[in-house]
């Protein structure tokens, strides 16, 4: 514990997290907004997450597992099937001191294209 407190989860490392969630937060934001779509991006600290609701939810009872879930689905099978594993119930993301730019260029990248297959309106 006085190792992962005192040498790995330091400032430097809560930088590195929380720029990589704000790239994050942007490029699905990014895809929601050009596909104009009623759903959300939240953000605390690394951890992002998308909703299906225009409006974020207030509780875990607003969401799981009835709202989008059938795309919510969608999304994992397809993200994992291509290297992006997201938390199964919430579509959350963590940032982690092993994240990389390039891991989240690539979800971004593999958002865009769902979405745009999900949309039929093409990835980018």
């Known amino acids: 514990m006085r190792a992962v407190l005192g040498e790995v989860m330091t400032e430097g490392t809560y930088a590195h997290m929380n720029r990589l969630a704000e790239r994050y937060a942007r490029d699905v934001s990014a895809v929601i907004a050009r596909h104009d779509l009623p759903w959300h991006v939240g953000r605390l600290g690394g951890r992002v997450s998308y909703a299906f609701t225009p409006v974020p939810p207030r ?59 999900l949309t039929g309106r093409g990835g980018r």
């Open 59 to 117: 509780n875990a009872g607003q969401l799981y597992p009835r709202v989008g879930s059938s795309v919510r689905d969608a999304l994992w099978l397809y993200l994992a099937n291509r290297g992006i594993v997201l938390n199964g119930m919430s579509g959350a993301a963590l940032m982690s001191p092993m994240t990389a730019e390039s891991d989240v260029a690539l979800h971004g990248t593999l958002f865009a294209e769902v979405i745009g297959e």
